[in-house]
């Protein structure tokens, strides 16, 4: 529950990385368990595309891929 809080308070328009939620939710070292969760997310209410890996790279998404999160951030004005 803590992972899904953080991901629903991160403003439209910007990003924070996996390794950024899982310290904003309180274990630094549950990066992949955030992957994890947001692989597994549907819930429409978490913006799970502003999840993105720490060398820069969007990583994926359960809702269309890579290319349908790059269409989501753009359309936020992300990039």
């Given amino acids: ?3 899904l809080t953080v991901v629903r308070n991160i403003p ?3 990003t924070a990385t996996y390794k950024e939620v899982a310290m904003l939710a309180g ?3 549950a ?3 955030v992957g994890m969760i947001m692989k597994n997310n549907y819930d429409p209410s978490v913006p799970c595309h502003r999840v ?3 060398d820069g790279t969007l990583g ?3 809702r269309g891929g ?3 999160k790059k269409q989501k ?6 990039f």
């Fill in 1 to 3: 529950m803590k992972v």
């Fill in 12 to 14: 439209r328009g910007k």
């Fill in 66 to 68: 890579t290319s349908a």
């Fill in 31 to 33: 990066s992949r368990a």
């Fill in 52 to 54: 993105v890996c720490s």
């Fill in 27 to 29: 274990n630094e070292k």
């Fill in 60 to 62: 994926g998404y359960n």
């Fill in 73 to 78: 951030l753009q359309e936020e004005g992300y």
